[in-house]
């Protein structure tokens, strides 16, 4: 852990954002309007055998490079991917054909090809990460956001019943992972705990009450996880897809954080991204880190964030102004895929990879989250 108090820490992050070439205008929330994302039919499928392993490091990624020599994706290509699943706490599964409405295939290729310089990240050197020790900050937002996945993984909550994660964390391509069947949701919270008891006929005092922040665990009611994840559909960009919503049997208390179409890295303060996870090399520790994007495409981030397996699931997040207000706003605009070896120029090598969230993948995960389009319009 780096010796550098949190506050400072994040009183640094706060006003980085705004020390470069480009004004504060430049960093705001462009609001637009986002495509429909409308489901077409759902058929019943057999249930899932839940015997897949989970894996923390995923091996023959097509990434940005290979991607890049891949044709675009043609719109019935994009309804076939984010066409998706839905797996019930009983264990039962269904299909849903999706179509689009009000969809320009341009917004989702804004990001031009280019070169930029690359380099492997995973941990090296000195350690960029922060554990966040302070009982108060752990529980308190936005760190209280992120939650734990009972397979091992992080998510982040974006909703009062929904948490957004990495398709990963509960399928590997092929089946759904062996914890998926009774995936839970552990929640941070202080809980009191007394330290002794005073014994019959002792004047002895009871010691004081030590607060400490634990898991709060609740059920999964459904899983929802896109067709494009799924390794007969495609192994060239299925990393692409690599995201799920969780909802949950019973809704919490905490502030959630909401989604956000992602801008350029350009367009990033700083080119940063910011995000905590459950690194399980840290036990019992929520982590954090902020760290410069190295390269991206219309998918997928490379950044340079310290990470270990845990963290995988992680929502990326970013503070930028409200349009017409002062008020700067932490939206989530991609998921962390974790550590990946993907194909570059015919050789594999290991980078941290996020999956950005793009205007149809903002229209889907908002449907599933609120069930309607009109709390979806824009992004």
């Known amino acids: 852990m780096m010796p550098i108090p949190l506050l400072l820490l994040l009183s640094y992050t706060a006003v980085s954002v705004v020390c470069g070439v480009e004004s504060e205008e430049d ?3 462009h609001l637009r309007k986002v495509p429909q994302v409308l489901n077409k039919r759902t058929v019943t499928l057999s249930s899932p055998e839940f015997k897949a392993e989970a894996k923390s490091a995923l091996n023959g990624t097509c990434g940005i490079e290979c991607q890049s020599r891949l044709p675009l994706a043609s ?27 009000d969809f320009d295939v341009q917004t ?14 995973q941990v090296y050197g000195m350690d960029s990460r922060f554990s966040i020790s302070d009982k108060q900050f752990v529980t308190n937002y936005p760190f209280s956001t ?16 929904h948490v957004l994660t990495a398709a990963h964390c509960v399928h590997d391509g ?26 019959k006929g002792s004047k002895r005092n009871k010691r004081a009450a030590e607060v400490k922040p634990s898991f709060q665990w609740t059920r999964v009611k459904h899983t929802q996880v896109p067709k494009g994840w799924f390794r007969e559909v495609t192994d060239d960009v299925a990393v692409d897809y690599d995201y799920a919503v969780l ?40 982590v954090y880190r902020f760290c410069r994007v190295s390269d991206e495409s219309n998918d997928l981030m490379y950044q340079y964030c310290d990470a270990q397996p845990g963290s995988s699931g992680s929502g990326i997040y ?28 015919g050789m594999q090598q290991d980078y941290n990879v996020a999956v950005r969230i793009t205007p149809l993948k903002y229209a889907q995960i908002c449907f599933w989250i609120h069930g309607n389009y009109a709390d979806c319009q824009d992004g």
Not at 108 to 121: A, G, I, N, T, W
Not at 178 to 192: E, H, N, P, W
Not at 250 to 257: C, E, N
């Open 247 to 286: 909802e949950l049997k019973r809704p919490h208390k905490k502030k959630f954080m909401e989604l956000g179409i992602s801008p350029t890295v350009k367009k990033l303060p700083g080119s940063r991204i910011h995000f905590s996870g459950f690194d399980d090399d840290r036990p019992g520790q929520l």
């Open 146 to 161: 992120t939650v734990k996945i009972s397979t091992g993984c992080t998510g982040i909550l974006v909703s009062p019943k």
């Open 318 to 345: 970013i503070r930028l102004k409200e349009p017409e207000k002062k008020k700067w706003k932490r939206k989530i605009i991609g998921i962390f895929s974790g550590h990946r070896w993907v194909d570059v120029n």
């Open 75 to 101: 719109v019935a290509d994009l309804e076939n991917f984010l066409s998706y699943e839905t797996v019930y706490e009983n264990g039962t599964r269904t299909y849903t054909e999706v179509y689009f409405r």
């Open 27 to 29: 960093y705001t929330w």
């Open 108 to 121: 989702e290729h804004e990001v031009k090809k280019d070169s930029h310089s690359r380099r492997k990240r």
């Open 174 to 199: 092929t089946d759904y992972v062996k914890g998926a069947k009774k995936l839970r949701v552990g929640i941070l919270k202080l809980r009191s705990k007394r330290r002794g008891k005073k014994r």
